[in-house]
Every structure is written in structure tokens, then in C-alpha cells.
């Protein structure tokens, strides 16, 4: 085995396999032929003796070799592409990246216009797109660069990804504005008791959030009282409003609907309070187009 005679390019197709799982998808994103794709990865097996990938019911899927290779690769050419663009000196009134984050609903609710804002007026020619991703998947969509970074109740154990807190959150409920607990006083807290004599509307939205608020309930052995489940928190206030049930939604969202007059808010008994975290991948560490994002996403949201 060579390594001269090895086609370095031809290392970019067995990350690109390796992520897609289809040397049709890998092809796509390489922008190169179904055949050229294929020839490549005939060059790979012949120069490696191994067969590297192997078909499954869902895609390729490595061999012990082709997992090792693939990862060790993709390693490298992340950081031979901070080393080559990253170290320059950022400009972000020049800048055209396009930025990729992933936000759940009340995410892009709370944090997308002001960050949006915020770019508009410093680095008016990048883009951003939320690529909202699942909780669990958020970990290989930042090593495949599919986003750039995640904000949300996250705590990602994988050694390539890095965090910073950007805030404590906990959980409060809403209800409507003649809604009274099925006994007890009516203070600022909702008793254990009172919880569990009340009928939850709760969201259940698959990134960046882990089903906290089902597992607060959980928790509180309260989630045999959820009556309604919604995709997104933006309909919580309106079902609060409309019946009779209790919306649980996060603090930082509570801060928008103080101005509404139908809606009464209020505190949790024992609710446990979480993390919001910002995580991204190690190999932007020392990017200083990425250096910059971060710092801007502190600026804005962390307290």
C-alpha cells in the first residue's frame, strides 16, 4: 500500500458514502455522477482491500475498517478547513456564509428575529437557515456539517462536541383568565395537590428539546394527567385560553404573553430547572467565522 499513489480526492467520496449511507446521495452532494461515484469507490476497496461498505436494508453501512477510515478522514479535513479559511481574518460586513443552525419551534420563536436583526445590520450579506434537527441527531448533523451549531436544553456526551450555557430555564403554566385549581386557594403557585387534580396541554417538539416538559411531568408522576399534545408551544396560549386545561411552557416564553389580558400565568410547584445550552463541533474551535457566530449568539442571549 502507497499512500502516493492514492487519489486524496477520493477520500472526500468515502466520507461522503460514509455520511449518506448512498453513493447516489454522495454523488449529489460531491456534485459528481452516479458512475463517476461508483468508479471512486471501486479505487477506495482496491487500494484499501476491503470491501468498506456493504449493503443493508437501510443503505451502505460501514465495515470495521470503513468506520474507521471514514471517521479519521472527515476528522482531518474539517481541520485542514479551518486551517485554510478559518485562520483569515473575518470581516463580517463582507461575509457571505451562509449560516445553518437548528432551533426548535419556540426556539426560532424566541431567538431567530434577533438574531436575524442582529445580522442584517452587521453582516448583511450572510444567510441563515433554521435546519431543525432531532435532539438525538443533533450530534452527527454538526460532524457532517449539516448545521453549524444548536441552541436548545441539550447535553451532548460525544468527545467532538463542544458547549456553552447560555441560560437557566425552568417550566410554568398558563391558563385561562377565569381558570381557577380544582381546590385550594388560588395564589401565584400551583400546589402538588392542584396538579394533580388539572388536565395538561403540553408541545412535544422533536429538536434541540428532549421532550423536557413530558419528562418534568414525568418526573412529578403528573403525565397520566396530559390530556392534549401539540407539536409546537405556539398554540399553547390559545388552548389555555379556549379550555380548560393547563399549558405548561417554558420562562423565556412567558415573557411574551405578560402583555396578554386573557391568559394567567402561573409558577410550578418544585419544578426542576434546565440548562439551554449553545453546542457546536470542535473542529470550528479556532474558525474565526465561527468564532464570531458564537460569540454574537452570547451577545444576544446569554444572562
Not at 418534568?216 to 408551544?233: A, C, G, T
Not at 385560553?241 to 405578560?258: F, G, H, N, S
Request: charged share 25%; with cysteine.
Amino acid at each position: 500500500m502507497n499512500f502516493r499513489q492514492l487519489d486524496l480526492n477520493l477520500l472526500r467520496v468515502l466520507v461522503a458514502i460514509h455520511r449518506t449511507g448512498s453513493v447516489t446521495l454522495a454523488g449529489k452532494s460531491l456534485a459528481l455522477s452516479q458512475p463517476a461515484t461508483s468508479n471512486a469507490l471501486a479505487r477506495l476497496r482496491d487500494y484499501f482491500e476491503d470491501e468498506l461498505f456493504v449493503r443493508a436494508p437501510t443503505g451502505l453501512k460501514p465495515t470495521r475498517l470503513g468506520e474507521q477510515l471514514a471517521t479519521d478522514v472527515h476528522e482531518q479535513l474539517l481541520a485542514l478547513e479551518t486551517q485554510l479559511v478559518g485562520r483569515q481574518e473575518y470581516v463580517p460586513a463582507n461575509s457571505e456564509v451562509h449560516w445553518k443552525i437548528s432551533l426548535s419551534d419556540l426556539g426560532e420563536m424566541m431567538f431567530l428575529p434577533k438574531l436575524a436583526s442582529t445580522l442584517r445590520a452587521e453582516a448583511p450579506h450572510s444567510r441563515l437557515s433554521n435546519i431543525s434537527v432531532n435532539a438525538d441527531q443533533v450530534t452527527a448533523a454538526l460532524e457532517s456539517r449539516e448545521i453549524d451549531m444548536a441552541i436548545g436544553i441539550l447535553a451532548p456526551e460525544h468527545r467532538g462536541i463542544r458547549s456553552e450555557l447560555l441560560f437557566h430555564e425552568r417550566y410554568m403554566a398558563v391558563t385561562s383568565l377565569g381558570w381557577r385549581p380544582p381546590s385550594g386557594r388560588a395564589g401565584k403557585t400551583l400546589s402538588a395537590d392542584q396538579l394533580r387534580q388539572s388536565g395538561f396541554a403540553v408541545a412535544s417538539p422533536t429538536a434541540t428539546f428532549h421532550g423536557s416538559v413530558e419528562k418534568m411531568l414525568s418526573r412529578m408522576k403528573l403525565e397520566d394527567r396530559i390530556v392534549l399534545r401539540s407539536r409546537h408551544f405556539s398554540a399553547m396560549p390559545d388552548i389555555a385560553r379556549q379550555t380548560d386545561l393547563v399549558a405548561i411552557i417554558p420562562e423565556m416564553y412567558v415573557r411574551e404573553l405578560k402583555w396578554r389580558q386573557d391568559l394567567r400565568i402561573w409558577d410550578i410547584t418544585d419544578a426542576p430547572v434546565y440548562e439551554v445550552r449553545m453546542v457546536w463541533h470542535k473542529s470550528t474551535d479556532n474558525d474565526s467565522r465561527h468564532q464570531w457566530m458564537r460569540q454574537l449568539v452570547c451577545r444576544l442571549f446569554q444572562r
